[in-house]
């Protein structure tokens, strides 16, 4: 049983990135949650002053190896070894492959899927020397059910569950699970091109009639980082209220 989790969470100023934050933080009193952040910060750093002491800002441009580097040293030095990873920072930039740029469709594969491979490798020798750890991909349900308009993201967010299935193989034996999410549609992030009568529409397709609520998709990557999860690695989990 790990008691003293330290977690990096990519892309925590996000909508799901600072709801999964704060459910750790309110879960647990003994983790550390390292925030990784990019440009924006305030709702990181309104964590960070709530849960002082716990919650730390940890700055990663995660398409960086030496970015990474650094914030491993980071939590290293204020904490310990790490021994949780989220890979939850994203994004996406959709258009019809016929008129998508080159810029478009390698800046998605880069954010969603290098990112995640370097993450990977990054935690790899702190989670084998304590022979413990968690690795949580949020990859999204275009990879499993991929819409027109997004060949990048959906391709992207495919090769991460690719990723996990083979990198679950390789440390199975070392203590180290490695599962993904595939969430559907998330209240408060949703496309801002939306209108609110497309958001009917696609609610009225849900069989839930709503969207996830953050902390609803939190709840998972809790249980997926937590000791008790341990015979579960290689898989993914679909949270979409029955769309598909
Ligand atoms: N929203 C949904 O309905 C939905 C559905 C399925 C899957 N997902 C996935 O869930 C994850 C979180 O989504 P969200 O809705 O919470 O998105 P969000 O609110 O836009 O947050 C995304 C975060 O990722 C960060 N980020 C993007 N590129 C980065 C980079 N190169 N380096 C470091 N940070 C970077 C952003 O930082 P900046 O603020 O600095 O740009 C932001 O903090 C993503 O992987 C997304 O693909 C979302």
Redesign the pocket.
């Known amino acids: 049983m790990q008691t003293n989790r330290r977690i990096l969470i990519?892309?925590?100023?996000?909508?799901?990135?600072?709801a999964t934050a704060r459910y750790f933080l309110e879960r647990d009193a003994a983790c550390h949650v390292f925030l990784?952040?990019?440009?924006?910060?305030e709702r990181a750093e309104a964590l960070v002053a709530e849960f002082a002491g716990r919650a730390f800002l940890c700055p990663?441009?995660?398409?960086c190896d030496e970015a990474w580097m650094a914030a491993l040293n980071q939590i290293e030095a204020q904490s310990g070894l790490i021994n949780v990873l989220i890979n939850?920072?994203?994004?996406?930039d959709d258009a019809l492959l016929v008129t998508m740029s080159h810029a478009q469709w390698s800046g998605v594969l880069?954010?969603?899927l290098s990112?995640v491979f370097l993450g990977c490798q990054a935690v790899m020798n702190p989670m084998m020397q304590q022979r413990w750890g968690r690795i949580i991909n949020?990859?999204?349900?275009?990879a499993l059910h991929s819409p027109a308009g997004q060949t990048n993201?959906a391709a992207a967010?495919a090769g991460v569950l690719g990723l996990t299935q083979s990198l679950a193989k390789e440390t199975a034996r070392l203590g180290i699970t490695v599962n993904a999410i595939?969430?559907?549609?998330?209240e408060g992030?949703?496309p801002a091109t939306w209108t609110k009568e497309q958001i009917k529409a696609v609610k009225r397709e849900t069989p839930m009639r709503r969207?996830?609520r953050?902390e609803e998709i939190a709840a998972v990557v809790f249980f997926l980082a937590s000791a008790e999860a341990s015979y579960m690695t290689g898989g993914h989990l679909k949270l979409d209220g029955a769309l598909v």
């Open positions: 990519t892309g925590a100023n996000g909508t799901l990135g600072q990784g952040v990019r440009e924006k910060r990663l441009e995660i398409t939850n920072a994203g994004y996406h880069e954010a969603n990112s949020v990859a999204s349900l275009s993201y967010k595939c969430p559907g549609h998330i992030a949703l969207f996830a953050p």
